[in-house]
């Protein structure tokens, strides 16, 4: 016959842990608590410290300013605006340099739109040239010197069915105009 040993579970009970373990145990579990939540509260705060918006006084470098309001309301043609603004991301920032085209709706409100082809992203030169559509209304349009296609004073494709130029929407505050650079507005319509 077989020898079998059975053990209850009388006899094998957990150690005891003395009162000193136990309050050394949950203060550690504490502070490794109240660190995690410092942790993650510190990154919030530096968080919208570093991305604050143009109501806190202090503008991000991707938000750039173009000009007062009634100044750029007044212009009758396309207007090309240089800009110099700093394109950030999470670890590094550097300076750019670029340019927009600014006109005014009849509605008077601004139209800013990217200079990128939207066939390849060549950059669009203006050209004013008669030859250079078939309306030969004087107009300024634009000109892809890659690819050939063509867009007109208000950005609408003319000849190949593209896009529209991406737009930019004002930022308006008092009687300044800004556009965030980071944020074009892809537009769908031809």
């Avoid at 005891?16 to 145990?25: T, V």
């Avoid at 750039?64 to 090309?80: A, I």
């Avoid at 390849?120 to 050939?148: M, N, R």
Wanted: charged share 20%; hydrophobic share 40%; glycine share 10%.
């Amino acid at each position: 016959m077989v020898n079998v040993e059975v053990f209850y579970m009388s006899d094998h009970l957990p150690d005891k842990i003395s009162r000193r373990a136990f309050l050394g145990s949950s203060a550690k579990l504490a502070v490794g608590i109240a660190g995690l939540l410092a942790g993650t509260t510190g990154l919030f705060v530096y968080g919208a410290h570093k991305h604050r918006g143009l109501g806190s006084g202090a503008r991000p470098g991707h938000i750039v300013e173009l000009g007062e309001l009634e100044w750029l309301r007044s212009l009758n043609t396309v207007k090309r605006m240089n800009y110099e603004a700093v394109y950030e991301d999470a670890w590094n920032s550097k300076p750019v340099k670029g340019f927009v085209f600014v006109t005014t709706e009849a509605d008077g409100s601004v139209l800013i739109m990217s200079p990128a082809c939207t066939h390849l992203g060549c950059t669009i030169a203006p050209s004013t040239d008669v030859g250079f559509h078939e309306a030969k209304d004087g107009q300024l349009y634009f000109q892809c010197p890659c690819h050939g296609a063509q867009f007109d004073h208000r950005g609408h494709s003319i000849n190949l069915g593209l896009n529209r130029l991406d737009l930019y929407e004002p930022i308006i505050e008092g009687s300044t105009v800004y556009f965030d650079m980071m944020k074009p507005i892809r537009q769908t319509e031809a």
